[in-house]
């Protein structure tokens, strides 16, 4: 591991000013650390956050939920407010990792974990993400494909993020308070997270030294919502396909509002915006759901030993839908 300088603030503005070209900021740790040890990241200064960010989770007048960057993965699935009001949200995050790890991350790192794609991971193989321009190793032929993207990829990367709470924020249209140097802006979800495109190394939107200080969570939808998790083993893995999804239906049996954000396909949480627009208005039945499916998969791009994603995403889709009409 590459030497470094520590600092521990106790604001986000002194986090904000502690920041410097080549540095990281740190918060549980359950991610940064580990790619510090494999070579992947060698930050030169290091801004420990744990203490500059809020760690709680607190009720607005207007309906709204504020959680802090500071909250412990475990305390946010755990919260009464959270699994009463968003059980998708506590059901994503309780789907993430071990109980030893959600003790541990907090939710501004969650948001912020880089893909565990193994070509990134390797500093012996070319990556893009890793190193812009040196090649995707997981695009050429023979390589493993199998846990890799079939929705807005491209030539440059086909990586998939590995976060479960992004999937639910994502669906549950979130938004993401950040502190920077020039100042505090809001962060739409979707939206924070980036396509690959010709930069995969950019992972979101924010500005070097910028810092999550807190998720803003609207409302809740209306109607019954869950997550859920398809995976190769029980525990401790990434989705092969996840869904967070949201679904009213109106008195006279018909989809009034429903909200979809699929994982494990795409660069970033990858809101559903067609499936949901194709559901709307229409009978909640086995047909409607998988002619939503259809349509937005209509567009998935499968490598070779990808194919089952979007056979997988569509059942999952439909299975879901159906399960939240009854």
Known sequence: MRAFSYVKAGSPAEAVSQYRPGAAYLGGGTNLVDLMRLGVAAPDHVVDVTGAVDGSISEGDDGELRVGAGVRNSDLANHPVVRERYPMLARAVLNGASGQIRNMATVGGNLLQRTRCPYFQDVTM??????PGSGCQAAEPGAETGNMAILGHSPFCVATHPSDMAVALTALGARVRVAGPDGGRLVEMPGLHRLPDGRPDLDTVLTPGELITEV????????????????ERASFAFALVSLAAALDIGKDGRVRDCRLALGGVAHAPWRAHAAERAALSLPASRETFARAADEELRNARPLPGTEYKATLARNLIVSVLEELSQ
């Open 216 to 231: 803003e969570l609207p409302p809740p939808p209306r109607g019954r919502s869950t997550y859920r998790k398809v995976r």
């Open 126 to 131: 070319p990556c893009n993400k890793r190193q």
